[in-house]
Every structure is written in structure tokens, then in C-alpha cells.
């Protein structure tokens, strides 16, 4: 009885210890559709995808998928250019300058532009196992180019202008420039930079940029796309001289030329004038319930929520040739960029510059640079050579060329408009040039700063608020 | 993956050696009190699973162990031991008992007698869940569970179940408790795509179920280890017993209608509100017929129509039920085999739920020291489901639409398209929204037992779940668009489980009685899931997405899996049946935990004492059964997501290039589950005859390491982190009991039991705000509603006030301080059950209550706001404020204005609830006459489902909780166009041959 006993006992102890060394390897399961951050980026080939995945991102709502783009629309909303229609109370408390610390949009911009701003940190850091010389300096180019991009962005958005030739003091949006991989990292907390430092970072990304990244660069960024951002983000500073160089350079070697048509740059992809452009299809793209941009803008049937219109005060505007402007007809009959809805809210003026959900968005186009270089000219007074510039976007869509006598700053800032209206540099260009939104509240605004999130304030004690939040 | 399938198999398969004893044949008679036989009477021999049941006669022969002690058992019968001895044939009569205390329990990874059990358990049997009109189980047994709060949200068919084991013991990880069929833990979280949930228990046959045991204190459930802080509910099918073969043939008929419907404004009452409303407009006064058609809302307001559309989205269902089933066995082998059949045409148009079933459970003996049998299920289920609540396509916003929208065209004759918000009927004729279910549960075992006293058992046990969801809008609708839009899901899950146990039992003398167990268990569950959607469809005919223009964004194919090593282990002491000890362990390791925390222990320990066995209370006329218990221990919840602890990187895709981006949720190695500790006091008791018994538990569960996510710095890349951080509190007391009132011919019994229950959140990272009221915060019950104050209407000028932090009053939300203003946990619930018999004669109520909860109407800002927009109002909104009517709760209605339309106290109101939740009438036909019939008995019924409410909520039904918010298990009571409950009349038939 006892020997049976043991014995059985014996054989127990024996078939659990088995199967406990059986099983233990059952512990280790692994994600099917992640992979482990230690080996995410350890080689050649998947730091190549985590570069993709920065692309990715941008495309991400919160930044040119939908808000990058829409949101300096909004703050410039006013009854001489857009409306905001749509139900969405963050979009609705930017464009009624209502808006709050808590505002969904100011926090998911602030999220997504950071968390690329870590990706292209990583990609930095994991730089040495890219053996190719020639991609480990494309990659790193790339790197930089978005995270200088993105800090410009959030400069802009999140602090008050650049003054040119003042001292910049003001707060910007902080730096962070060292990859963060685990939960301590990410507790480091990082105060404001100033706005000065802000755009010196972004330089300093841009000029090794323009260094590192190769000529030509498919549908990505190429060494003119980083000139042609250094373009842009000189004339914010009012660094009219070498805006206009920057922009001499992009139009003068990178080969791109202008579309015959406007509406091409949007309807088709990749045309000949973007030096960037996020792609889309319709498998992956920013949106086509809650965001996107044909989500917010278009009125086509089914297609689009009809959230922003089209003031007829801007849509007048244009001349009646011009191409940009409307004919008052509905989007399957009009010839021009600005239709008639005949979707949600049908019959308010829409913008025919996003039409599909899964459109590319052109970010940086050559019309800019000859606007750029056109209006560093003007300030510099060489009128002729602005003159054919600002002459040149016009003749494109049709409009009457200006005459040499009636040729103004105005004028330029206008055809800056009109050009490219909806591309999100509205309000931007009224910062730089102090000019109003509405007729009663100037420029320099508190609300027209986008608050820093009182979700990150409430995390990181050390970031200070922009002041009327 | 064959070799992946085949080790956990193969894990801990026992291998026992043989041993011969002598073995003797014992044969025996079991009566009632009166000497008449009673068939069914389980006859085991104590301390092994050999055993029996009693003929037609009430005769039983039993091969057992010398010096064996027998266990006679039988529901409503108190369970009597008896020696053997020497002797080869017994008589026993056993007393009729209406406490269930000799009643057989079972526990984790055994049985055990109710007398001996030393932890709080609730058990309940077949009829509790037999023939009621619902889709699962669950459903069946509200208002009989004292501790277990049960809450089915919505009237939906199918959907989730919320069941809350004494009180919340999570705040962002699951609060449902862990199920165990047949011992095998089983998928019991929705697995579909939709933020409806699907319940995944709904495909077990409620009348295949024999009992079913919430183990709901530490000492019962703690054997389940790191799974057990919800509670573990143990569902046992029915077997086969020796005897006769019982054929038993059901059908039920019935119909169905809402419990009630929320009452809007008609025409008249619209017309006059809106165009009171336009001329108060913040922008003028304003033409109510101009501002409808330049905000293309496409109301004319001299239409003369008066549609009813609260009572377009709901209709009257019916439900049918056949059931077929056989039991019965030898000495060798029992089975027992069922079909079903289930059909239930849901009161929400579009809803409908039909559920085939068949079961087979076979045991068979293959000598007297092995047993071997197979428990096997196949089921097959389709729910035609209802969307979301906060969907357009939600039939319940149809009460949205003003009345002078017409349902029907008048001209086309066909549904109107122009409403003013979709008009979904419209669906109903152009897509479909479908899930089908095949589910298959299955458990194996075999039995050994090598020496007396000594059981070896393993078990492995599958739950197979493959889950089709179909999803189609044709052209025309409004998610169809211009072209039509399909969505295609399978989801496959797949969850295998191995128990293998040893079980010792060894009376010594008269005194002493052990029982121990000790075991292993491996579980893995491995789900798949593969999507499709497009859009572009030829025309309404095609309705798979093969034939879409464009396959769109939500395709794809995603896989998740997780697994538990389990030890584990048991004693239970007790010492001449008066004083009871027990106490077990558990050491669980988790594909789930953090590589710094894989394993984990869990054990409970606990005492009883039987007073009523001491000699001063022993033959004592009052007194029949006095127990007092208590117990304390640890457990778990492991519900925190499979890879929660993992840093990793995702795909995303760059149009048509592939990419990877680091999670911005950033992994911590030292994961955990969620540890509660409960203490648990009870006392069980029976007087005068055991004609008043019952049951009281005072309990204290403190949850630590609850799993939070840490907000981050966003500029840092990161977005949170999940911790384990936080504590809270529950504490309650349960008290359950039984009357038999009168026990003669007419026999009438009461049972009663009400629960109490206090949440806290003790420690909190951050408060916790939804974008409504529900809310976490430190010091404060989980769920409490947070937010502003409303402060009624200002009588001056009918803007709506809020409450400001010093106590003065504003209109501007903005400045209104953010404070308690409710609580969704309700003060007590409970119910009440009355039986009464009366020669054939059977009549059953069951009522069911819950006190003292709020619910907040997250619709209100749409549907009670004033006129503030086109939408119909609630009839309430008659009220409003006009220079002739300054004192109400109502603000002057405003179009365009937010006059007190922000979320606010505004819409919580009580939901306090008393429910006649099930009366059943049936008359059982007098044996002689259905002997003629060939039968052995005839039952017919008329019963009725949630016959009536009382209620002050004037919303669908108090019963609510709305899923359409996410599964937040804090977003407690909130109503957003909820369905309500069904109200269910039917008429059935049991015949037994």
C-alpha cells in the first residue's frame, strides 16, 4: 500500500517536472504584428523601413494628413476667406478663436509631430549598423529633414512669430534630440527652448541636410526639398535675401517644373513641380469618415463631410478666366478649383484642391518657391525679376498678368494667397507680414497660438502655457 | 504548429501505475420521508468519483472498496454518509430539505458538500436557466445571486453582459468574471470587430447547463490563481445518470414587445417648441420655416404629418425554443444528448438571433478503478445584429427625426430618404449585418483511481470559436455612399487547456476527514482574425467584397495569442465534521507578465466551524444548521492585454511602401497582474426544521497594482506607459434567504437575498475623465459622475445655471466647477423569488430590484436640449421657460443657442428599478392520466419575461449601459439611445417519455 503510494507520488513528481520544462517555452510568446524594439532597427534594410515609417507618420491626421494643412486654414478663418461648418468643436474652437488648453486638435498635433520627431531621433541613433555609405547618408538626411521640418512646424504653430532682428527670447516649443527607447527616457522632462533656438535647430537639421540627402530622391525628400523648406522657413524669419536664394537654387537645379494646370498638381500624383508630397492610396490615408482632407473639404455625393467652405468674397476674388477661381458649378461639371457642393451642406463654394480620400497632399510645390523668390526680389527692389515670377503662377491658371506700374508687396502677398489658398500657409503668411485676420483682432493675438496641451503641462511642470490659455 | 499544438498535450500527462484491492458489490434502496422510492438519488462513495444513481424503484448496486462510506445526494433531499460496514445491502430514506446545505457544490477542480464548504459560493441549478426566452445564461439568473450584480445593458439579442463578482475590482482591465465549462476556462470577451460586443457565451445552451457556481471569496476562488479577482463562474453540463432512458421533448412559443419606450414630442407639440425656439435664436428672431430650409434639414413645417418614429425603430418580436433531449445509462456507460433549436425575433427592427445546438456528454467505466468520458458541443448561431447606439444606423435614433417628417414618401411611396437625419429603415431592405457562430466546447478525461482514496484525473479540453461577421450596405445608404460598401471579418479563436489533478481523501477514524489536490494546468489561446472591406459594388445584387471596385483600408489579417503554466494545490481539513480548515495555492505564469514578474503565487486560507454539531446546540428543536466561516487570500486579474509589457514596433505603411514606427506606448518589463486581497466572514443557518435558512457575508476585497497607463511626455515621443500602480477598495455585505412558508399540499417558499456593496478608489496616478460624466478619482466610487453642476434656470431671463466653485451660480459651463454629481453604482440590488405548488400546480415570480444608482442620459445635449437644434425633444422640454412660466428645470428654448446643452447634472437622474423579472404558471397533468399518453410526464406553462418595471428613469429602461463608448469598465450607467429590454409572453410545453 505505502510502496504504491510512493510510487505513484514518484511518477507524478516525475511527468510535472517534464512537463513543466515542456511548457516553459509556452511563456514565451511573441507579437504577431510587432516586433521586439531591441531588433526593430538592426539592420541595413529595417532601419530602410523605419524610414518609410517616418514618412508614414507625416501622413499621420495630425500632421499633413489632415491638421498641418487645415488647422493654419482655420486660424485664418474669417467671412473674407473660410468658414468653418462641420460639428467637430476642436476644429470649430480654432476657427471661432474659442479654443482652450484642452483642445483635441492642439494635443494631437503636439503628439504625433513629437512622436516623429522621436522616430527620426532613432533613426539617428541607429545610423551605424547602415553599411551603404550612400544610404547611410540619404537616411540620415532624411532624418533630419523631417525633424527639422516638424520642429518648424510646431514653432510656428506653438509660439508666437520670429521677429526679424529681435532677439527671439519669446518661448518656442522644446527640443529634444536624443532617441527615447524606455520608460525612464521618457520621463525626462525638457522645458521651452526659445524661439530663436527652435529655428537655429531647424537650420542647423536643414543645412546637413542639404548636404547629406542625394539630388534626386524619388517621390522623398531630396537635397531641394530641404532648400526649399530652408526657403520657406527663411522668409517666416523675414530672412527675405537668402529666402530668395534658397528658392533661386530649388528653381534654377532641382529640375521641377511647373504643372501645365493647378488641378493637376492634385489630381494626379507626384506632378513635375512638388518637392514633397505625402503619399496616399486608397488602402492608407489620413481619412475618410473623421479626418483627411477631402474628408473636411469636399461636398461630392457621398464624399465628404462639407465641413469647410468657401467664402464668395475670396472665391470673387479670382478673375473670371482664372482657372483657381469658380464657375459656380457643381464638382462633375465646374472647369475650375473652387466648385459648388452638391454632397453634405450642398451649395456652399468648396475647394477643389482635395477631392479623394486617397489623393497624395502636395506639401512644398515650385509655385511656392517662384512667390518666394518673386517677393524677396520685390524687397530687395528688383520689381522685373519679381514681376515675371508672380507673372509666372498667374499665366499658369489663366489669369491676366500684372502690369509692371501696378506690381506692390500687396499684390505678391495676394497672388500668395490665391495661389495657395487651403495648403495650410494662411495664417502663417499673416503672422509674418502683420497683416489682420478680421477686421477687429490684430495679428499678434493670443489665440492665434495654438496652447500648449494641458495634458503635457500636467505631466511636465516645467513647460510653461502660452499666455492667454 | 502541429508540434506547437502537441506539447502542452503532452505537458504533465499523468502516468500512474496499477494496484489491485478487493472490491465487494453493495445493493440498497433510497426512499423519501413518506417510503415512497426515489429515482435519481446519486450514490458515490465517498472520497472517489465511482458511483450511481438510483432506478425508478430507488434501487442502486454499487461496487466499492472495503470499510467504503457512501454519500446519497439528490436535489431537494439532504445529503446522508453512511458507513458500509460489513453490510452488503442498505435502506436508507433521506429527509426532504429546502436549504440546499447537503447539497453537492462544485468547487474548483472538485465537489465538495454545501455543509463543508469554508468559502462563498452561489450555486444554482437547471431550472434557474431552463425554457427563459433569453440568448444566454447569464441572462437567466438576475436577481438569484446575492454578491453577483448582472446588468444585459441593452435589449439587443446577443450582445454583452455585464457581471460584476462583489463590486469593480479594475479600472481599465477586464471586471468580467473567469468561466469555466466543464473545467475547461473558455473564451468569454468579444472577439469581434464592431464596438457592439457580441457575447460569447451566448453559444452554451442554457438547457444543457446542470448547475452553475459563482465562487466569489478568496478561499473558493483562489485556486484560480492570478484569474480569480472577478470571480470564477463554474458551468457543469448535464450527464447521463444509470437507469431508465428519459426522453424529454420541449417547445415554447411566445412574443415579445419593449418594456417601454422614452416619449417624444408629436407634431404639434414640435412645431409649436421650434418656432418658439427660432424666435429666441442668439441671432433674432428668426423664421423657423426658413432657418429648416436654409440648414437643409429638409422639414417643412406645414407637412401636417405626425410620424411616430420612436416606435419605427422598435416592433414586437417572437420567440421559439425546440429542445429534444435523451438521457440515461448503465453500470458501464451514461450519456446524456441534446438538441436545440432557438429563435428569437428581437423587439429593435433588424434584430434577430437563431441558435442551433446538439451536445453529447458520455461517460463510461472502463473497469471500477477507470472511467473515461468525453463532454462535446457543437453550436451554430447567427445574430442579425443591431449597430452601435451611437451610430446613425442605431434603429433608436430614428427618434431623432421630427414628427413632421414622414416615414414613407408620399409621392414615391417608398421609405423617405430626406429626413433630417438618416433614416436607417432603409437598411433593413438594402444590407445586411450579420455574425455567425460556430462554437465548439469540449472536454476529455479519464479517471483513475489506483488505490482507494486516491484519484488521479486528467482532462484536456478545447473551445473552439469561429466568429463571421458580414457587414453590407448597398448603394443608397449611408454608410453604401454612391457605390456600397461591404466588410467581411472571420475570426478564429482557439483555446486548449490541460488539467491534470491528484485528489486524496482519507477519513481516519471517526474524527478526522483530509482531502487534497494537487495539480497542473496549462492553457494557450491563439486567436486569428482576417478582414476585408471595399467599396464600389456593381450594383445591390453583389454583396461580396470580391466584386468591390476598391478594397479599402480595413483588410487585413492580425494574430494574438497568450498562455498560462499553472500549479496548484489544496487541503482541506475537517475534524468530526465540526471544525473545517482548508487552504490552497496557486503559482500561475503568464505569456502576459512582464519578463521581470512571469510567475506568480496566489493562496487562500480558511476556517469553519459547524456550531450545530457541538453537543450543547446538538438536538436542539429550533436550530437545525449553524455554520460560521472566514476566510482571506490573494488573487489575481491577468486581463491586461497580451503584449501590454513589450516595447515594440508596429507596421505603417507609406501608401504602397511598407514601413515601421516604434509604439509611442512604451513597454515595462515589470508588468504584473492585478493583485486583490479579500477577507471574507459568513454564517449559514437553519431553523425550525430548516424551514427558515440562509446565509449572511460580510467581505473586504482590496485591489493593488491596478493596471493604469501613465501619461507620458508627448515630447518625448511617448504617449503612456501601463504600471502597476493604484489601489481600491470594495466592501460589502450579502445576505441570502429561504422560507418555506408552506409546506403541505399547497406549499408556498421564499427566496430573498440583497447585496450591498461600496467601491472606492483608494490610490490613483491621475483622475480618469471620460468625455461624458463617468469618471475615476481618488476617494470617490468607480464610475462616480464628474462634471458640471446644473443649477436649474435663472427665472429671470431662462438661461440654463451651473454651479460655480463658490457656490454661486453662472451660465457659463466654462466657469462651472467640475464636481460629484452622481453615482452609477447602485446602494443595494437584489431579489425575491416565490414558489408556490399545489397538486399539479406550479407558480413561480421572481423580482428582481436595484437601488439607489444614478444614469446619465448622454443623449440629453441632443434630445433634451431645448430646441436648440432640429432634433425631436423629449416631451419633458414642454416645460421651458417663457415669461409665463419662470420657475422650471427648463431653459428657454433657444435655436442655435447652447443654452444648457453642455454635459452637465442635467441628464443624470435615478435609476432605481423594481422588476417582476419572471412569472411561470405550469401545470404538471396527473400521472394517470399521462400514463395513457405513454408518458412519463406533461408539463404546460405560460410564463412572462420582465413583466413589468417600476421605475421613476423616464428613459427605455433603466437597465442600461451603453457599449457604443468603447469597453471602458468604469463608463458605468450611461444611456445614448439604448435599446430597451424586451417584456416576453410564451406558452410551453415538456413532455417526458
Known amino acids: ?469 | 504548429m502541429k508540434q506547437n499544438f502537441l506539447i502542452p498535450l503532452a505537458c504533465g500527462v499523468l502516468v500512474a501505475t496499477s494496484a489491485t484491492a478487493q472490491t465487494r458489490t453493495i445493493s440498497g434502496r433510497v426512499t423519501d420521508a413518506s417510503g415512497s422510492a426515489l429515482p435519481g438519488v446519486t450514490v458515490l462513495e465517498r472520497g472517489t468519483t465511482n458511483g450511481t444513481s438510483t432506478g425508478a424503484d430507488g434501487s442502486f448496486s454499487l461496487t466499492v472498496q472495503p470499510g467504503a462510506t457512501l454519500v446519497l445526494s439528490s436535489i431537494g433531499f439532504e445529503t446522508q454518509t453512511i458507513a458500509v460496514g460489513d453490510r452488503t445491502t442498505i435502506a436508507a430514506s433521506l429527509k426532504s430539505s429546502a436549504t440546499e446545505l447537503g447539497e453537492a457544490v462544485v468547487v474548483g477542480y472538485g465537489t465538495q458538500t454545501k455543509a463543508d464548504v469554508t468559502g462563498s459560493v452561489t450555486q444554482l441549478s437547471a431550472k434557474d436557466v431552463e425554457n427563459v426566452p433569453v440568448v444566454s445564461f447569464e441572462q437567466a439568473i438576475q436577481g438569484r445571486t446575492p454578491g453577483v450584480t448582472i446588468n444585459q445593458t441593452s435589449g439587443k439579442l446577443g450582445s454583452g453582459v455585464q457581471i460584476r463578482v462583489r463590486g469593480a475590482s479594475s479600472v481599465t482591465a477586464s471586471n468580467q468574471p473567469l468561466y469555466v465549462i466543464d473545467g475547461i476556462p473558455v473564451t468569454s470577451q468579444d472577439v469581434g470587430s464592431d464596438t457592439e460586443p457580441l457575447n460569447p457565451l451566448a453559444d452554451l445552451n442554457p438547457n444543457d447547463i446542470e448547475s452553475i457556481t459563482i465562487l466569489k471569496d478568496a478561499a473558493s476562488a483562489a485556486i484560480y490563481g492570478s484569474r480569480a479577482s472577478n470571480g470564477v463562474v463554474l458551468v457543469t453540463t448535464k450527464q447521463g445518470r444509470q437507469g431508465k432512458s428519459k426522453v424529454n421533448v420541449g417547445y415554447y412559443i411566445g412574443t415579445s414587445s419593449p418594456t417601454h419606450k422614452r416619449k417624444f414630442l408629436n407634431a404639434a407639440q414640435y412645431t409649436e417648441l421650434l418656432t418658439e425656439a427660432a424666435l429666441n435664436s442668439p441671432f433674432g428672431r428668426l423664421d423657423i420655416q426658413e432657418e429648416a430650409e436654409s440648414e437643409r434639414t429638409n422639414i417643412d413645417f406645414n407637412s401636417g404629418v405626425d410620424e411616430n418614429w420612436v416606435d419605427a425603430g422598435l416592433r414586437d418580436g417572437k420567440v421559439t425554443q425546440y429542445d429534444f433531449n435523451v438521457s440515461g445509462g448503465d453500470a458501464k456507460t451514461r450519456f446524456y444528448l441534446s438538441t436545440t433549436y432557438n429563435d428569437q425575433t428581437g423587439i429593435i427592427v433588424g434584430n434577430r438571433y437563431r441558435r442551433g445546438s446538439a451536445r453529447i456528454n458520455l461517460d463510461h467505466s472502463i473497469s471500477e478503478k477507470l472511467r473515461v468520458g468525453l463532454n462535446l458541443s457543437l453550436t451554430r448561431s447567427v445574430n442579425d445584429r443591431t449597430p452601435t447606439d451611437n451610430a446613425f444606423d442605431n434603429p433608436i435614433q430614428l427618434n431623432a427625426i421630427p414628427p413632421l417628417q414622414p416615414k414613407i414618401d408620399p409621392v414615391t411611396r417608398q421609405l423617405n430618404p430626406n429626413t433630417l437625419y438618416y433614416n436607417n429603415l432603409l437598411n433593413l431592405e438594402n444590407g445586411s449585418n450579420r455574425a455567425g457562430t460556430y462554437r465548439s466546447f469540449s472536454t476529455a478525461y479519464l479517471n483513475f483511481q489506483p488505490i482507494k482514496g486516491l484519484t488521479l484525473r486528467t482532462e484536456a479540453g478545447a473551445d473552439f470559436l469561429n466568429l463571421n461577421e458580414d457587414f453590407y450596405r448597398a448603394a443608397g445608404t449611408q454608410t453604401g455612399g454612391n457605390s456600397g460598401y461591404g466588410f467581411s471579418n472571420q475570426v478564429q479563436v482557439i483555446n486548449y487547456t490541460t488539467n491534470n489533478t491528484a485528489t486524496y481523501l482519507k477519513t481516519i477514524g471517526e474524527d478526522h476527514s483530509i482531502e487534497a489536490l494537487a495539480g497542473f494546468s496549462f492553457q494557450r489561446s491563439d486567436t486569428k482574425e482576417t478582414s476585408a472591406e471595399g467599396r464600389g459594388f456593381p450594383n445591390a445584387e453583389f454583396t461580396r467584397i470580391a466584386s468591390a471596385a476598391i478594397k479599402t483600408a480595413g483588410t487585413g489579417s492580425l494574430q494574438s495569442g497568450f498562455s498560462f503554466i499553472s500549479f496548484f494545490g489544496r487541503v482541506n481539513y475537517a475534524f468530526q465534521n465540526k471544525y473545517l480548515i482548508s487552504g490552497s495555492v496557486r503559482r500561475d505564469g503568464s505569456s502576459r507578465f512582464g519578463s521581470n514578474n512571469q510567475y506568480g503565487t496566489f493562496g487562500a486560507g480558511s476556517i469553519g466551524w459547524v456550531l450545530s454539531e457541538e453537543g450543547f446546540l446538538q438536538d436542539n428543536g429550533v436550530l437545525n444548521f449553524l455554520k460560521i466561516r472566514a476566510s482571506y487570500g490573494l488573487t489575481g486579474n491577468a486581463e491586461i492585454g497580451n503584449f501590454a509589457s513589450r516595447n515594440l514596433y508596429n507596421a505603417l505603411p507609406y501608401a504602397d511602401q511598407a514601413g515601421i514606427i516604434r509604439s509611442n506606448v512604451v513597454g515595462n518589463p515589470n508588468l504584473t497582474w492585478e493583485n486583490t486581497a479579500q477577507a471574507d466572514l459568513g454564517v449559514e443557518f437553519g431553523f425550525l426544521d430548516n424551514r427558515i435558512s440562509g446565509e449572511v457575508d460580510v467581505y473586504e476585497k482590496k485591489t493593488r497594482d491596478l493596471l493604469l497607463s501613465r501619461p507620458l511626455l508627448y515630447v518625448t515621443g511617448a504617449s503612456s506607459v501601463t504600471e502597476n500602480v493604484g489601489s481600491l477598495r470594495n466592501r460589502g455585505l450579502e445576505v441570502s434567504l429561504n422560507t418555506r412558508n408552506f409546506d403541505k399540499d399547497f406549499k408556498w417558499t421564499t427566496n430573498f437575498n440583497i447585496s450591498f456593496n461600496r467601491s472606492k478608489i483608494t490610490a490613483l496616478a491621475a483622475p480618469i475623465q471620460s468625455q461624458f460624466l463617468g469618471s475615476v478619482r481618488e476617494g470617490q466610487p468607480i464610475g462616480v459622475f464628474w462634471g458640471a453642476k446644473y443649477a436649474g434656470v435663472n427665472p429671470e431671463n431662462g438661461d440654463a445655471l451651473y454651479y460655480t466653485a463658490e457656490g454661486s451660480t453662472t451660465n457659463r459651463i466654462g466657469q462651472a466647477a467640475q464636481q460629484k454629481v452622481g453615482d452609477p453604482n447602485p446602494k443595494y440590488t437584489g431579489g425575491v423569488t416565490n414558489t408556490f405548488s399545489y397538486k399539479g400546480f406550479d407558480l413561480s415570480i421572481l423580482g428582481q430590484f436595484v437601488y439607489g444608482n444614478d444614469i446619465y442620459n448622454a443623449a440629453g445635449p441632443y434630445q433634451s436640449s431645448n430646441g436648440t437644434y432640429f432634433d425631436n425633444q423629449t416631451i419633458d422640454q414642454l416645460k421651458r421657460w417663457t415669461p409665463d412660466n419662470r420657475f422650471t428645470d427648463v431653459p428657454q428654448a433657444r435655436l442655435y443657442s447652447s443654452n444648457g446643452t453642455g454635459v452637465s447634472s442635467r441628464w443624470v437622474s435615478g435609476g432605481s428599478f423594481l422588476r417582476v423579472k419572471n412569472v411561470t404558471l405550469g401545470y404538471s397533468l396527473p400521472q394517470d392520466l399521462i400514463k395513457r399518453g405513454y408518458l412519463q410526464s406533461a408539463r404546460i406553462y405560460v410564463s412572462a419575461q420582465n413583466l413589468f418595471t417600476i421605475t421613476n428613469y423616464d428613459g427605455y429602461d433603466p437597465e442600461v449601459n451603453t457599449a457604443s463608448f468603447g469597453a471602458a469598465s468604469y463608463l458605468l450607467g450611461h444611456d445614448f439611445y439604448t435599446p430597451p429590454l424586451a417584456k416576453t409572453f410564451l406558452v410551453g410545453v415538456n413532455l417526458g417519455f
Not at chain 1, 514653432?155 to 527670447?169: H, M
Not at chain 1, 530649388?250 to 512638388?274: D, G, H, M, W
Not at chain 1, 495664417?427 to 483682432?441: A, F, M, N, Q
Request: hydrophobic share 40%; proline share 4%.
Open chain 1, 1 to 469: 500500500m505505502k510502496t504504491i503510494f510512493s510510487r505513484s507520488a514518484s511518477v507524478i513528481a516525475l511527468s510535472l517536472a517534464m512537463g513543466l520544462t515542456a511548457c516553459e517555452k509556452q511563456l514565451d510568446l511573441n507579437p504577431a504584428q510587432s516586433v521586439d524594439a531591441a531588433t526593430a532597427l538592426d539592420t541595413e534594410e529595417k532601419v530602410g523601413s523605419g524610414v518609410v515609417g517616418m514618412y508614414a507618420l507625416l501622413d499621420d491626421p495630425n500632421l499633413y494628413g489632415t491638421n498641418l494643412i487645415l488647422v493654419p486654414e482655420l486660424l485664418a478663418a474669417d467671412s473674407t476667406y473660410i468658414n468653418w461648418q462641420g460639428t467637430f468643436t476642436n476644429f470649430s474652437d480654432i476657427a471661432n478663436r474659442t479654443t482652450n488648453a484642452r483642445n483635441s486638435t492642439a494635443e494631437g498635433i503636439w503628439r504625433v509631430a513629437y512622436q516623429t520627431i522621436n522616430q527620426s531621433n532613432l533613426i539617428l541613433d541607429a545610423l551605424p549598423v547602415v553599411t551603404t555609405p550612400e544610404l547611410k547618408k540619404q537616411y540620415e538626411g532624411e532624418a533630419r529633414f523631417v525633424r527639422a521640418d516638424l520642429y518648424f512646424e510646431l514653432v510656428r504653430l506653438y509660439a508666437k512669430q520670429y521677429e526679424a532682428g529681435g532677439t527671439n527670447t519669446q518661448l518656442g516649443v522644446p527640443i529634444n534630440l536624443v532617441p527615447v527607447k524606455n520608460v525612464e527616457q521618457a520621463g525626462v522632462q525638457v522645458p521651452r527652448s526659445t524661439v530663436a533656438e527652435v529655428y537655429n535647430q531647424v537650420i542647423t537639421d536643414l543645412v546637413q541636410a542639404d548636404k547629406l540627402l542625394p539630388k534626386s530622391n524619388g517621390t522623398r525628400a531630396s537635397r531641394y526639398t530641404a532648400k526649399a523648406l530652408l526657403a520657406r522657413v527663411y522668409l517666416q524669419q523675414g530672412n527675405f535675401q537668402k529666402a530668395g536664394e534658397m528658392a533661386d537654387s530649388v528653381i534654377t537645379y532641382s529640375a521641377k517644373s511647373l504643372s501645365p494646370t493647378l488641378q493637376a498638381v492634385f489630381t494626379n500624383r507626384n506632378s513635375s513641380e512638388t518637392l514633397l508630397e505625402i503619399q496616399q492610396n486608397d488602402q492608407n490615408n489620413a481619412g475618410t469618415a473623421n479626418s483627411g482632407l477631402a474628408t473636411h473639404f469636399a461636398s461630392i455625393g457621398q464624399l465628404g463631410r462639407a465641413d469647410v467652405a468657401v467664402e464668395g468674397y475670396f472665391a470673387e476674388m479670382y478673375e473670371l478666366q482664372d482657372a483657381r477661381g469658380t464657375d459656380s458649378l457643381p464638382p462633375n461639371r465646374t472647369r475650375k478649383l473652387i466648385y459648388v457642393g452638391n454632397g453634405a451642406r450642398a451649395g456652399a463654394l468648396r475647394s477643389g484642391k482635395y477631392t479623394a480620400y486617397g489623393q497624395n497632399i502636395p506639401v512644398i510645390r515650385l509655385a511656392e518657391m517662384y512667390l518666394i523668390r518673386s517677393e524677396a526680389a520685390f524687397r530687395a527692389g528688383n520689381k522685373d525679376a519679381a514681376l515675371l515670377d508672380v507673372n509666372r503662377v498667374r499665366e499658369r491658371s489663366g489669369a491676366t498678368p500684372i502690369k509692371a506700374e501696378d506690381l506692390t508687396l500687396d499684390a505678391i502677398l495676394l497672388e500668395r494667397q490665391l495661389e495657395l489658398a487651403f495648403e495650410g500657409f494662411r495664417i502663417h503668411d499673416l503672422k509674418r507680414t502683420g497683416k489682420r485676420v478680421t477686421s477687429s483682432e490684430p495679428i499678434t493675438e493670443d489665440i492665434l497660438v495654438l496652447p500648449i496641451p494641458q495634458r503635457e503641462i500636467n505631466v511636465n511642470p516645467l513647460l510653461q502655457q502660452n499666455p492667454g490659455y
